[in-house]
């Protein structure tokens, strides 16, 4: 029987009720499909919610007040014996995490689609094998049973999980993690960074503003190794001055327990080095959380854990889709909703299918300073080959950051030599995740260096601070053109 004669539970089946997963669900509902999804975690909210985003850049804030009411000196403000309660901290970000999960919950449970909590893998590939959460060992037979489900499509977006560690002598189980850390009823006296990307970057900074002894161990030459050299460096001078250790260009040798403190040994510079602490952070990223799902018992393309998807959010099989951490490309909540949306709106419209576009990636880490890019870096346009000429600004030298004492970083625009479109921004310094709109709008629009010069900005504010770089590029172009 051909397979649009065959009888399906349900057009779509979404495996993962987070941001991706709620997307594609609500985007398919609102086109008539017969949806589900299926969440089989411990809380509902999806990563972003309850591990994520949310409660990590409320710590983060917390953070940065707690520094800002520590150093009110520059603006002649005496504030003495400067305090903290941890546990009010963490309530507070429980409280707004509960929130967000609350709203999504009754997004998940509006009867717009089926919403099912349970587990779920492939028996084979239009059937889930649903199981009750906690239907593992010590369960009654009732509560240990499983059943169909049969769906024409499926959109997988399970997220991600904690990387099982690339270094031998590391265990995460012995370690705090971005999971664990957030769990904390007391923060330790020092601890071991081990990473330099973002999760660890933001948690180092979290610890270090609280009054823990943070030393941050990195691999790379410098944290954030995907971002271009320069921002990186000035995340490092920062952190340096705010008191942190920072290794570089490390390799780990053995981690292990000693008495009541936990030390890592690593190379740098030639030299062996020993570091104790109270704890061990470990930072060293995340995985697509693709295990329990039996893809490989249908024959669905993975690449190390990640689902392999066209720019459609296909896998090598048609009708099923993977969207968000679990396709492993950006580990980002916007770009797992949009993916979320394609495939939603792709499921439902077979006949005009829509397509990711990246050109406007973007990513925000949410230390102080800020760093933030949209689109092409100078690493990724010289890996690609693509010319460019870039222009950067100090923060140090414009009216609205020196009235905010904010003078660390710089804003750098990347423009087509010929034509003056541009292509990238970076942004490290105040508000970057908020500054860094402009030139996703501009892109959004494929203004030019030119066009962004001459548009009006109100001073003093930080986003003025766009025009002198535009303005840069703009007259190196009029020369050779």
């Given at each position: 029987m051909a397979e649009t004669q065959k009888s399906f539970d349900y057009d779509v089946a979404i495996i993962g009720g987070g941001s991706g997963g709620y997307a594609a669900a609500r985007v398919a509902a609102n086109a008539g499909l017969k949806t589900v999804v299926i969440e089989g975690g411990e809380e509902v909210g999806g990563l972003c919610i309850l591990r994520g985003c949310m409660p990590t850049k409320?710590?983060?804030?917390?953070?940065?007040?707690?520094?800002?009411?520590?150093?009110?000196?520059?603006?002649?403000?005496?504030?003495?014996?400067?305090?903290?309660?941890?546990?009010?901290?963490?309530?507070?970000?429980?409280?707004?995490?509960?929130?967000?999960?609350?709203?999504?919950?009754?997004?998940?449970?509006?009867?717009?689609?089926?919403?099912?909590?349970a587990m779920a893998s492939f028996a084979d590939a239009h059937a889930l094998e649903i199981r009750p959460l906690?239907?593992?060992?010590?369960?009654?037979?009732?509560?240990?049973?499983?059943?169909?489900?049969?769906?024409?499509?499926?959109?997988?977006?399970?997220?991600?999980?904690?990387?099982?560690?690339?270094?031998?002598?590391?265990?995460?189980?012995?370690?705090?993690?971005?999971?664990?850390?957030?769990?904390?009823?007391?923060?330790?006296?020092?601890?071991?960074?081990?990473?330099?990307?973002?999760?660890?970057?933001?948690?180092?900074?979290?610890?270090?503003?609280?009054?823990?002894?943070?030393?941050?161990?990195?691999?790379?030459?410098?944290?954030?190794?995907?971002?271009?050299?320069?921002?990186?460096?000035?995340?490092?001078?920062?952190?340096?001055?705010?008191?942190?250790?920072?290794?570089?260009?490390?390799?780990?040798?053995?981690?292990?327990?000693?008495?009541?403190?936990?030390?890592?040994?690593?190379e740098c510079e030639g030299k062996t080095v020993r570091v104790r602490a109270e704890e061990i952070f470990y930072g060293l990223g995340r995985v697509p959380n693709t295990d329990s799902l039996g893809l490989d018992k249908i024959g669905v393309t993975t690449d190390c854990s990640r689902i392999v998807t066209n720019h459609l959010m296909q896998s090598n099989l048609p009708h099923i889709y993977a969207v968000g951490d679990c396709t492993g490309r950006h580990e980002i909540v916007h770009i797992a909703v949009q993916q979320g949306e394609v495939a939603g709106y792709n499921v439902a419209h077979a006949d005009r299918m829509k397509e990711m576009n990246y050109r406007l990636l973007t990513e925000v880490i949410f230390t102080d300073p800020q760093i933030a890019a949209v689109g092409l870096t100078e690493k990724k346009a010289c890996a690609r080959k693509i010319p460019y000429l870039a222009a950067s600004y100090p923060f140090n030298d414009h009216g609205k950051s020196l009235i905010m004492e904010a003078k660390d970083g710089f804003v750098k625009l990347l423009a087509d030599p010929v034509t003056g479109e541009i292509i990238g921004g970076c942004c490290v310094g105040p508000y970057g995740g908020d500054l860094i709109h402009e030139i996703i709008a501009a892109m959004h629009k494929r203004m030019t260096v030119h066009e962004l010069a001459a548009m009006p900005h109100y001073h003093p504010t930080l986003a003025e601070i766009w025009t002198y770089p535009a303005e840069e590029l703009a007259e190196k172009i009029a020369r050779k053109s």
């Open positions: 409320a710590l983060l804030y917390a953070a940065e007040v707690m520094h800002l009411a520590s150093h009110a000196e520059p603006w002649g403000i005496r504030a003495e014996n400067v305090s903290f309660n941890f546990k009010q901290v963490m309530a507070r970000k429980d409280l707004l995490v509960k929130g967000f999960a609350d709203y999504r919950h009754e997004q998940l449970r509006s009867g717009k689609f089926e919403f099912i909590r906690g239907s593992g060992k010590g369960k009654t037979q009732e509560q240990r049973s499983k059943r169909a489900l049969t769906a024409k499509n499926f959109i997988i977006a399970t997220g991600s999980k904690v990387a099982p560690s690339p270094v031998e002598c590391v265990d995460p189980s012995n370690c705090l993690d971005s999971d664990t850390a957030l769990e904390l009823s007391r923060l330790p006296k020092s601890i071991i960074v081990l990473g330099g990307g973002a999760t660890a970057c933001e948690f180092a900074q979290f610890f270090q503003r609280f009054g823990v002894k943070v030393t941050l161990i990195q691999r790379s030459s410098h944290v954030l190794h995907e971002f271009d050299s320069d921002a990186a460096t000035e995340l490092e001078r920062v952190f340096r001055r705010e008191g942190m250790t920072v290794y570089t260009g490390t390799k780990i040798i053995d981690s292990r327990k000693v008495g009541s403190q936990k030390e890592v040994i690593f």
